[in-house]
């Protein structure tokens, strides 16, 4: 009776972490370049209560008797399907139609992968730098950070074409190149990557090394003027969180029905 206790509490203890992994996607629901995550679910290892034996005539018996002692998750998967793109007054705000994350330098030195194109221009000590909202500065295919070098720049000359090469326009107002390229970073396995913080990752063993392309090698495209949305579909996530918390509600009741039923043993007379 007590392996029914603890099984049901297993179960109420991944339902719980299924319905915090919920409420977080809900309330990224509008978070620029977010992807929304799910839970995966194992079972825990079974208690062989009789193994398999023979009958009265020697015949052996096809299958034992194992119970299984409850769940808990195995992982927590992101979802890297195509977010919406949505019109940006941003001038400097940028989409990637297709595989591929941004490129930026963190403050610790250390390269972050992020899908959220919202960017700007500031002003540094070596001229005018691409950065993210947080000031981190965005890197090129090269790996270097993208700054803009062009005596008396002026930012509203600057534009992108879809494979992500800066273009400024000349004199006649003709958009011209000036060899800076933005840079797409792909992994064998994203799901795998590290979150740092809001929508930026990190490296790791799980999701292998990394490889920068350009857009068209990527087989990609760098849509300006735009952002991608938040892939997580609100329907979904409701329709998830009631099944956990029925999930959640069934459970707590299997802990009340072995308390009853312990009751009930413990008040047996001789």
Request: charged share 15%; aromatic share 8%.
């Amino acid at each position: 009776m007590m392996r029914s206790l603890w099984t049901a509490a297993t179960g109420m203890i991944a339902q719980q972490t299924n319905l915090d992994t919920i409420a977080n996607n809900l309330s990224n629901i509008n978070s620029t370049g977010y992807k929304t995550e799910a839970v995966n679910f194992k079972s825990l290892i079974y208690q062989t209560l009789q193994t398999k034996s023979y009958d009265s005539t020697g015949e052996p018996k096809p299958v034992g008797a194992q119970v299984g002692l409850g769940v808990r998750p195995a992982a927590i998967a992101t979802d890297f399907t195509q977010g919406s793109l949505i019109a940006s007054n941003g001038a400097f705000d940028y989409a990637i139609q297709g595989e591929g994350f941004f490129m930026v330098k963190l403050s610790d030195g250390s390269t972050g992968y992020t899908r959220n194109g919202n960017f700007y221009v500031a002003v540094t000590d070596g001229g005018m730098a691409l950065t993210d909202s947080d000031g981190n500065a965005v890197l090129d295919s090269a790996g270097n950070e993208i700054v803009f070098n062009i005596e008396n720049m002026e930012a509203f000359k600057l534009s992108t074409d879809e494979y992500g090469n800066f273009l400024y326009k000349d004199q006649n107002g003709n958009p011209q190149p000036i060899g800076i390229q933005m840079g797409l970073a792909y992994f064998p396995n994203p799901s795998g990557l590290d979150r740092v913080s809001d929508t930026m990752m990190k490296e790791s063993l799980a999701s292998g090394a990394v490889t920068v392309y350009t857009a068209g090698q990527l087989n990609s495209k760098i849509v300006p003027g735009r952002l991608e949305g938040s892939n997580v579909q609100a329907a979904d996530e409701m329709v998830n969180m009631i099944v956990a918390q029925r999930a959640y509600e069934m459970n707590s009741k299997a802990i009340k029905a072995s308390d009853e039923m312990l009751q009930q043993a413990n008040n047996l007379r001789g």
